[in-house]
């Protein structure tokens, strides 16, 4: 099983970024748990971060036909990010939405996602664990 695993803005700068809601790990170290993770379960994964819609977008695209699944945290894109929406769209990947901090307990502009209702589920609360869950889960899938 081949998957994706996308990261949006300001999340290459997790560790520094407000640790007491994002966690001390940087995302180099959350990945390489990922990656180790992914390996126990048999599965190839890819990482991409980009501080740009359109390089996401991009990214997207070139998985087309190419990878499974993708696991997205589009960071502050995910609350007005309609061009990732339409590039999910477009390339029909299965999809699952992360979250490191639980949105729905912070600030209302938040609370809204633009992908959220094309996605397969969505993970969000339980810190960097929340990629490892939605793998697990994919996991589940195969025969
Ligand atoms: C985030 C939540 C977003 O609201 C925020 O803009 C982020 C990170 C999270 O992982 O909790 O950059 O996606």
Same mark, same amino acid.
């Given at each position: 099983?081949k998957?994706?695993i996308?990261?949006?803005?300001?999340?290459?700068?997790?560790?520094?970024? %407000?640790?007491? +809601?994002?966690? =001390?790990?940087t995302? /180099?170290m959350?990945?390489? /748990?990922?990656?180790?993770?992914?390996?126990?379960?048999?599965? %190839? +994964? /890819?990482?991409?971060? =980009?501080?740009? /819609?359109?390089?996401?977008?991009?990214? +997207?695209?070139?998985?087309?036909?190419?990878?499974?699944?993708?696991?997205?945290?589009p960071g502050?894109? &995910?609350?007005?990010?309609?061009?990732? *929406?339409?590039?999910?769209?477009? &390339?029909?990947?299965?999809?699952? %939405?992360?979250?490191?901090?639980?949105?729905?307990? *912070? %600030?209302?502009?938040r609370?809204?996602?633009?992908?959220?209702?094309?996605?397969?589920?969505?993970i969000?609360?339980?810190? =960097?664990?929340?990629y490892?869950?939605?793998?697990q889960?994919? =996991?589940?899938?195969?025969k």
């Amino acid at each position: 099983m081949k998957i994706l695993i996308i990261n949006g803005p300001n999340l290459n700068f997790l560790g520094k970024r %407000e640790p007491e +809601i994002y966690g =001390s790990k940087t995302l /180099e170290m959350i990945n390489n /748990e990922i990656e180790l993770f992914g390996k126990k379960c048999k599965m %190839e +994964i /890819e990482f991409f971060q =980009s501080n740009h /819609e359109g390089f996401i977008i991009d990214r +997207i695209q070139q998985a087309y036909d190419k990878i499974d699944y993708l696991i997205i945290n589009p960071g502050a894109l &995910t609350h007005y990010g309609i061009g990732i *929406r339409d590039a999910i769209l477009s &390339t029909n990947l299965k999809t699952i %939405e992360v979250h490191l901090s639980n949105v729905y307990s *912070r %600030e209302e502009f938040r609370h809204k996602s633009v992908i959220s209702d094309i996605c397969i589920g969505k993970i969000t609360g339980f810190g =960097s664990e929340g990629y490892k869950m939605a793998l697990q889960y994919l =996991s589940s899938l195969k025969k």
